[in-house]
């Protein structure tokens, strides 16, 4: 009987061994989905948003749910805590200046499921960029098409209000087919919350803006209203480092991304460099669309579309510079990717090839590995990842 009793002990304790073990193991090798919203660029999609889900254990991804209500979404924004999505949309607010519209849908906490709220005009046309600020409060819209950029209020139920401020650039760029003039291709409200800075491709500048948050009014900064590109680079999409002391544009005529040394408490730019994002020898046409940073500032990536489209990534020096450590051919056109919130993978969205597709973060390095997954979708144009 002792000895039984001894034995019965020595099965608890294994059992219990194990079990501990087991749920250490899940903790620490097993990773939640990643669940992702992308809009696709497809006007003709009734259910243009769609809710996604990668799972790492297997590999596979999955469609869980789709969403009317926008025409085109190709850009999506989300509010501090996930409550609200904010999206592009395509169609038409008032006829007779063809201005489009921004919508906003409220997130069912529970499924993520989206719930339409209500579109205001955009104040100008062909939108292509929207973002929304830290605090909830303003939305923010770029019109390519017009030039326009414009700020909205969002209300105490996350519905758009009317635009408060309106603004456009002036010039143009010797590119006579795509510089004709102001080309918004962006907003991007610095960290402080008191600046806007919006890539204009049509004029070779970085707008810079204040931000008044309590007028929700957008005026030239007297510090410095503009940064000036280099002729025909066509300003199209920056990122800001993690620390706020460097912002990286990504230029689409010239295929370059140029590194700036950033001012916050003044808003005033200053270009440290240029460098290519590819090689000489890259074969046929060459049109950079997005840029990232990693969340530790040591890395940036742009995108480039083409015959031959490529991720390049960038390795950032102490003094903000950057160095090219790698170009990979990825999916037929790179519109949009994103790098996932734990910085372990990159997705790559082709707008032309209807597919995203997965790739290892080697974060010692910033490198990218490929992987076989990949998800289809028709012309996926923004992946928004959700915290």
């Known amino acids: 009987m002792r000895n039984y009793k001894y034995l019965v002990w ?3 304790i294994v059992v219990m061994t194990f079990s501990c073990q087991g749920t250490g193991s899940s903790s620490n090798s097993f990773e939640d989905p990643i669940k992702f919203y992308v809009g696709s660029s497809d006007g003709s999609l009734e259910h243009s948003i769609f809710l996604c889900e990668f799972d790492a254990e297997s590999g596979n991804f999955y469609v869980l749910d789709s969403f009317a209500g926008a025409k085109g979404p190709s850009y999506l924004a989300l509010s501090p805590g996930n409550d609200f999505l904010y999206t592009i949309n395509e169609e038409i607010s008032d006829p007779a200046s063809k201005q489009r519209t921004v919508s906003s849908y409220s997130i069912d906490s529970d499924n993520l499921s989206l719930k339409f709220m209500n579109s205001q005009s ?9 973002c929304c600020s830290k605090d909830g409060n303003y939305i923010f819209a770029a019109n390519y098409s017009s030039g326009h950029s414009s700020a909205f209020p969002v209300q105490e139920d996350g519905s758009i209000g009317n635009a408060t401020s309106v603004v456009i650039g002036e010039g143009n760029g010797p590119v006579e087919s795509r510089q004709n003039g102001p080309h918004a291709h962006m907003v991007a409200l610095d960290p402080g919350n008191r600046f806007l800075l919006v890539p204009d491709l049509g004029t070779d500048k970085v707008l810079i803006y204040q931000f ?5 009014t957008l005026t030239p900064n007297p510090e410095q ?3 000036k590109m280099d002729p025909g680079s066509g300003p199209r999409h920056l990122v800001f480092h993690p620390g706020g002391e460097f912002v990286y544009v990504v230029n689409e005529l010239n295929s370059t991304v140029t590194a700036c040394r950033y001012d916050e408490k003044r808003g005033v730019l200053t270009k440290l460099q240029s460098v290519s994002t590819v090689s000489e020898d890259h074969v046929g046409s060459k049109y950079p669309a997005a840029i990232r940073i990693s969340s530790d500032g040591k890395f940036v990536y742009a995108s480039t579309r083409g015959e031959h489209s490529k991720i390049s990534v960038f390795q950032v020096e102490d003094d903000g510079r950057i160095i090219r450590t790698q170009v990979v051919e990825v999916t037929h056109w790179p519109r949009e990717f994103n790098l996932d919130p734990s910085g372990k993978y990159l997705m790559v969205a082709g707008e032309k090839s209807d597919e995203i597709e997965l790739y290892y973060i080697n974060k010692a390095t910033g490198k990218l590995n490929p992987t076989e997954s990949k998800l289809t979708l028709p012309s996926p144009a923004c992946i928004l990842y959700i915290d």
Do not use: K, T, V
């Open 10 to 12: 020595i099965l608890l």
């Open 212 to 216: 008044d948050e309590n007028s929700g």
């Open 122 to 130: 955009s104040q100008g046309s062909g939108p292509c960029h929207i």
């Open 225 to 227: 209203p503009f940064l």
